[in-house]
């Protein structure tokens, strides 16, 4: 064989590409996953979520070992002891009995409405903004005349009406009284997205009104919503528990603010009981931190202006191998230079 025939042979054919494997569909467990590493890009919502946890947890868990809250006993007015963890109130209650009922019936409350002032607000203020014409104006009338009026005076007048009632009163009063801010940053939210071009694309191929704000505009605003969630239970537990002190609530409901009520009442400040309004007190100072860091948090996730870089181990292991910039030896270049 000559080399000109050895030059013209066709290359061997190569081997087909072997198919890799299709990455497995995410399941609960990678979704689990995927919220944790979220979680810990951040350390203010990692401790807001671990303090909320505890909350949750006291909660749930709490009043199952609990018998009555209320039942009476001789011990009067202990101080902590290994009998009564939080010591007892004037009548021989134990604080940490009602503490551990009072968590779950103030944490019901707080998410209660502030659901329900996020959805009144949700369908006011984004229903307003993408209708327009006259519904817009209708809906933002309403949301003006509930901004105008002072929140705590009409809270204390619509409780005083209904003469403390159920939780269900208590928690339809404070929605209604707390949506209306909400609901006038969502519509100038939604007036902005509107004029969008993938809203316009939407509407130009004919799409539903409701699928338009389901999947084009609400979940843009999901970060202003959750924001505004999480404003809502802090503003539901403490108007809750300024009612309860102010005695516009039903006793027989225990609360953080009812214990606060009672203790007040007992004197528990000027006859130095300090364990009586302290646990309670403490409770509704921690959970709105825990609340606030939460939304400190996800606004450093969401927003990477306000993310901060931490290097991890491996990255700072591997700085401490590199060279000085300043000289190899790690002395100033002035000195290098010195020395040539």
């Given at each position: 064989?000559?080399?000109?025939?050895?030059?013209?042979?066709?290359?061997?054919?190569?081997?087909?590409?072997?198919?890799?494997?299709?990455?497995?569909?995410?399941?609960?467990?990678?979704?689990?996953?995927?919220?944790?590493?979220?979680?810990r890009?951040?350390?203010?919502?990692?401790?807001?979520?671990?303090?909320?946890?505890?909350?949750?947890?006291?909660?749930?868990?709490?009043?199952?070992?609990?018998?009555?809250?209320?039942?009476?006993?001789?011990?009067?007015?202990?101080?902590?002891?290994?009998?009564?963890?939080?010591?007892?109130?004037?009548?021989?209650?134990?604080?940490?009995?009602?503490?551990?009922?009072?968590?779950?019936?103030?944490?019901?409350?707080?998410?209660?409405?502030?659901?329900?002032?996020?959805?009144?607000?949700?369908?006011?203020?984004?229903?307003?903004?993408f209708?327009?014409?006259?519904?817009?104006?209708?809906?933002?009338?309403?949301?003006?005349?509930?901004?105008?009026?002072?929140?705590?005076?009409?809270?204390?007048?619509?409780?005083?009406?209904?003469?403390?009632?159920?939780?269900?009163?208590?928690?339809?009063?404070?929605?209604?009284?707390?949506w209306?801010?909400?609901?006038?940053?969502?519509?100038?939210?939604?007036?902005?997205?509107?004029?969008?071009?993938?809203?316009?694309?939407?509407?130009?191929?004919?799409e539903?009104?409701?699928?338009?704000?389901?999947?084009?505009?609400?979940?843009?605003?999901?970060?202003?919503?959750?924001?505004?969630?999480?404003?809502?239970?802090?503003?539901?537990?403490?108007?809750?528990?300024?009612?309860?002190?102010?005695?516009?609530?039903?006793?027989?409901?225990?609360?953080?603010?009812?214990?606060?009520?009672?203790?007040?009442?007992?004197?528990?400040?000027?006859?130095?009981?300090?364990?009586?309004?302290?646990?309670?007190?403490?409770?509704?100072?921690?959970?709105?931190?825990?609340?606030?860091?939460?939304?400190?948090?996800?606004?450093?996730?969401l927003?990477?202006?306000?993310?901060?870089?931490?290097?991890?181990?491996?990255?700072?292991?591997?700085?401490?191998?590199q060279?000085?910039?300043?000289?190899?030896?790690?002395?100033?270049?002035?000195?290098?230079?010195a020395?040539?």
């Open positions: 064989m000559t080399t000109a025939d050895t030059t013209s042979a066709p290359p061997p054919a190569a081997a087909p590409p072997t198919p890799t494997p299709a990455a497995p569909s995410g399941g609960p467990a990678a979704r689990l996953g995927a919220v944790w590493r979220t979680v890009r951040s350390r203010r919502l990692s401790i807001g979520c671990a303090l909320i946890g505890v909350f949750i947890l006291v909660a749930i868990v709490g009043p199952t070992f609990v018998t009555d809250a209320n039942n009476f006993s001789l011990d009067l007015s202990l101080p902590p002891s290994a009998s009564h963890w939080l010591g007892t109130t004037q009548t021989g209650q134990d604080v940490f009995d009602q503490l551990l009922v009072s968590t779950r019936t103030s944490l019901l409350i707080g998410a209660a409405a502030a659901l329900l002032a996020t959805v009144i607000s949700i369908v006011i203020g984004i229903g307003g903004g209708l327009g014409g006259w519904s817009d104006e209708l809906l933002s009338l309403i949301s003006n005349v509930f901004l105008v009026i002072p929140g705590l005076p009409l809270v204390i007048v619509i409780s005083s009406y209904t003469k403390g009632g159920s939780l269900s009163a208590t928690i339809g009063v404070i929605a209604i009284t707390s209306a801010a909400s609901a006038r940053v969502l519509r100038a939210q939604t007036l902005s997205l509107r004029t969008r071009d993938y809203v316009l694309a939407a509407r130009l191929y004919g539903k009104r409701w699928r338009i704000v389901l999947v084009e505009i609400l979940p843009n605003e999901a970060a202003i919503i959750v924001s505004q969630f999480i404003f809502a239970v802090i503003f539901a537990i403490l108007t809750q528990a300024g009612l309860a002190f102010l005695g516009l609530q039903n006793p027989s409901d225990l609360t953080w603010g009812n214990m606060l009520y009672f203790a007040q009442n007992a004197e528990a400040l000027s006859s130095g009981a300090w364990w009586w309004f302290v646990p309670p007190g403490l409770c509704i100072a921690v959970f709105g931190a825990a609340m606030s860091l939460i939304s400190f948090g996800l606004d450093e996730v927003d990477p202006k306000l993310r901060v870089y931490r290097p991890g181990r491996k990255s700072r292991a591997g700085r401490k191998g060279p000085d910039r300043k000289g190899q030896a790690g002395q100033p270049a002035q000195a290098q230079e020395t040539r």
